[in-house]
């Protein structure tokens, strides 16, 4: 059956397939930090993932981009990681990761929507965000692929961008609402906003108006309320003043300390 949701998926994915060149370009200094013991993971995420060895068997990371978080869960004490990704050059970058590392992981290009079956019931833990789901858009669907890939007790932990940050202007030097996106509770499709269409691959790219990328901001309640009904159970949730990007480059750093830019959510299957 057609669906006009995973068009538009397939379109943002070939927009990530040329921006993973940026990916391609850090892979020797990934590769490295990994190989050192390292991780990429932000404060508020290792207050959430402590002690893995003692619990993740496999973690299942969803829409991993250049697998580079996803290794790091392994550094943490996952014994197995599954990276999930739309854009074949950036999958291709994380098997190249985890070959240069001898870690055990596998990858699977595909819509996040369209995650294989095989990998049903499987997952001790489920982790994704970092600007993730804005490009996700059926939130319902997606947390039905949560709920089937998770075992009984298994969890999902989203480290995401608030969706209060949807609604500033990413320009000003204030909190000042968008003119294209200011409005919290509105729910439509935003094309071509920013990231990664003015990527320097899409920009240099000899075709690059042919390049366009969809998102949706979805409310904290719509999340919560997705994955809910998708019959999992609320354990922790926070909300953060750290950034995960610089997207508010003229922001004075004490007035964006006073509203949350970042969100955890920690959530299980009975």
Not at 3 to 28: C, F, K, M, S
Not at 36 to 57: D, I, K, Q, V, Y
Not at 131 to 158: E, F, H, N, S, T
Not at 188 to 206: A, L
């Amino acid at each position: 059956m057609h669906n006009p949701e995973t068009d538009l998926h397939t379109e943002t994915g070939l927009a990530w397939n040329v921006t993973a060149g940026i990916y391609e370009r850090d892979e020797a200094a990934d590769i490295a930090l990994l190989a050192g013991g390292g991780n990429s993971l932000l404060a508020p995420e290792h207050r959430f993932l402590r002690n893995l060895s003692s619990w993740c068997g496999r973690a299942i990371h969803l829409q991993c981009a250049g697998g580079t978080d996803t290794l790091s869960l392994w550094n943490m004490g996952a014994a197995e990681v599954v990276g999930v990704d739309i854009s074949e050059k950036m999958i291709a970058v994380g098997r190249r990761k985890s070959a240069a590392l001898g870690a055990p992981a596998q990858w699977h290009c595909c819509d996040v929507l369209h995650t294989p079956h095989a990998l049903d019931s499987s997952a001790d833990l489920i982790y994704t965000g970092r600007g993730a789901l804005p490009w996700v858009m059926d939130i319902a669907a997606w947390a039905g692929v949560v709920a089937r890939l998770l075992k009984p007790g298994g969890r999902i932990y989203i480290f995401e961008g608030h969706p209060l940050d949807w609604v500033w202007d990413m320009g000003a030097d204030t909190y000042q609402l968008s003119p294209r996106t200011g409005d919290y509770f509105a729910g439509e499709v935003v094309s071509d906003r920013g990231w990664p269409i003015f990527s320097n691959p899409i920009q240099e790219h000899p075709e690059k108006e042919q390049f366009h990328v969809h998102e949706r901001q979805w409310t904290l309640g719509a999340l919560l309320n997705s994955l809910v009904g998708a019959g999992l159970q609320l354990e922790r949730f926070e909300e953060h003043p750290d950034l995960f990007w610089n997207q508010f480059p003229h922001l004075p750093a004490e007035l964006a300390g006073r509203l949350p830019h970042t969100f955890s959510l920690l959530m299980r299957k009975p």
